[in-house]
Every structure is written in structure tokens, then in C-alpha cells.
């Protein structure tokens, strides 16, 4: 059973950083494609950010350039660089894990952590 655990969520002021974690257990590394979604209040689910396999990224237009995903094979996590923070970019996050390719529904899901970005 793959299980995820997010971290690194708080409050930053506009055009600042933070850096979400995801410790993942349950699963053999480079078998799954991770991504990174996040659910503002009232809003649909957004996929944000994902690693394949292979280690090839994506990003939806809303945080390419100014988010990163990457990987620690060794250590299980998931990570999530955000810089140039917006306000719009408050939301609650989650990390998710699907087996083999990005496209699709993801199975299994983080508990989520919250990021607030203040004007």
C-alpha cells in the first residue's frame, strides 16, 4: 500500500519561497509517476506539477517557471520548489502517485498541506 505524507505548507508574503516535501513508503521507486495537485476553496482540483518514470517533468501553465518538481530516489520524497509565490497560489496541496504513466487517474494521495500567500 503506497501512502504519502506531505510537509513544508505555511504562510508566505508575495514573491516569496517555499519548498513542499513528500515522504513516500509502500511503492518502488521509478515505478510510479508523482504529481503535485492543489485545491484552492471553491475551485476545482488542479494538476500542478509531475515526474515520470523516467524522470521527465511537466508543469500546467499556472507555475511553469517558477514552480519545480524533483526526486529523491534514496530517500523517498517528493519534492515541490515554489518560488515567485502569488496570492493565487494559495491553496491546500497534495502529493498523489499513480503506477507507470503520468496520464490518468492518480490512486493514492497525501493528507495535504496547506500554503497561504499573502499580498
Known amino acids: 500500500q503506497v501512502q504519502l505524507a506531505e510537509s513544508g505548507g505555511g504562510s508566505v508574503e508575495a514573491g516569496g519561497s517555499l519548498r513542499l516535501s513528500c515522504a513516500a513508503s509502500g511503492y518502488t521507486s521509478g515505478t510510479y509517476c508523482m504529481g503535485w495537485f492543489r485545491q484552492a476553496p471553491g475551485k476545482e482540483r488542479e494538476g500542478i506539477a509531475f515526474i515520470g518514470t523516467r524522470g521527465g517533468t511537466g508543469y500546467s501553465y499556472s507555475v511553469k517557471g517558477r514552480f519545480t518538481i524533483s526526486q529523491d530516489n534514496a530517500k523517498n520524497t517528493l519534492y515541490l520548489q515554489m518560488n515567485s509565490l502569488k496570492p493565487d497560489d494559495t491553496a491546500m496541496y497534495y502529493c498523489?502517485?499513480?503506477?507507470?504513466?503520468?496520464?490518468?487517474?492518480?490512486?493514492?494521495w497525501g493528507q495535504g498541506t496547506q500554503v497561504t500567500v499573502s499580498s
Open positions: 498523489a502517485a499513480r503506477r507507470d504513466v503520468c496520464s490518468g487517474q492518480f490512486n493514492y
